[in-house]
């Protein structure tokens, strides 16, 4: 499972711009990636790690703006078309599971 994280924040102060900040290196740092400037991604196994990752974002959201949160399968996260100029670029493949034993 996928979570996608957008958000717009306010920046048009310096506390702004610095709470804005803080928030999105607070999501690098609970493992998300930055797939685009105000969207960032991050595997889940279960939905009950979504639902504490969830929680975590919550617990670092700036006091502005705007943020939501998209839930997804591998499945549909395959299916993503993505453009770099005007060249299409291969999909990207989610991660293999791990083995236990």
Known sequence: MWMLAMFDLPVLTKAERKAATGFR???????????QFSVYLRFCTSQAQVDTMCKAVERVLPSGGKVHILQFTDKQ?????????????????????????
């Open 77 to 101: 996260y395959e299916r993503t078309i993505t453009f770099h100029g005007k060249n299409i670029q291969a999909g990207r493949k989610p991660p293999d599971q791990f083995d236990l034993f």
């Open 25 to 35: 290196n607070a999501l690098l740092d609970i493992g998300f990636e930055m797939s």
